[in-house]
């Protein structure tokens, strides 16, 4: 069984990380407005309009729009996100999904046709990883507050 699987190194991620059993579902046609927090592998097929945030996987469906920023081990996008994406076990971006926002994560792969406009950090090493997700965290406070003072 574990050779079926090995091919597939996100799925064998997340039997590392997480139960194997997926523990919070959001079905085709389901939309949530509001903040999901979740324990463990969640399987994203509907709509949120929300931060969503989970302990384990987040796996986010091709026809899925998410319009909030994600947390969580590791993260398999294949839908629409619109908001930071914080995975530092990994990050897979699926040819369907399209990503406007920042991306920080300790190891990352992007298939073909895949549309992604932000900024990354990918660093293997702890402490560079770390570091340099502080750094631009602190930039984009700092962003922030100049832009609410020029209004």
Not at 40 to 58: K, V, Y
Not at 87 to 98: C, F, M, Q, T
Request: charge should be negative.
């Amino acid at each position: 069984m574990l050779k079926h699987v090995q091919h597939d190194t996100w799925k064998f991620m997340a039997i590392l990380t997480d139960n194997i059993s997926i523990k919070t579902i959001i079905g085709l046609g389901s939309a949530i407005s509001g903040d999901v927090h979740a324990d463990g592998f969640i399987r994203i097929e509907g709509d949120i309009d929300g931060n969503l945030e989970s302990t384990g996987h987040i796996d986010i469906g091709h026809e899925s729009r998410i319009n909030g920023n994600i947390t969580a081990k590791s993260a398999v996008v294949g839908g629409i996100v619109l908001g930071d994406i914080y995975a530092p076990e990994g990050i897979k971006l699926l040819s369907s999904a399209a990503v406007i926002g920042n991306i920080s994560t300790k190891r990352l792969e992007i298939e073909e046709n895949v549309i992604f406009h932000g900024h990354c950090i990918a660093l293997k090493n702890e402490d560079e990883f770390a570091k340099a997700s502080e750094e631009f965290s602190n930039a984009l406070t700092i962003r922030s507050r100049v832009a609410s003072k020029a209004m």
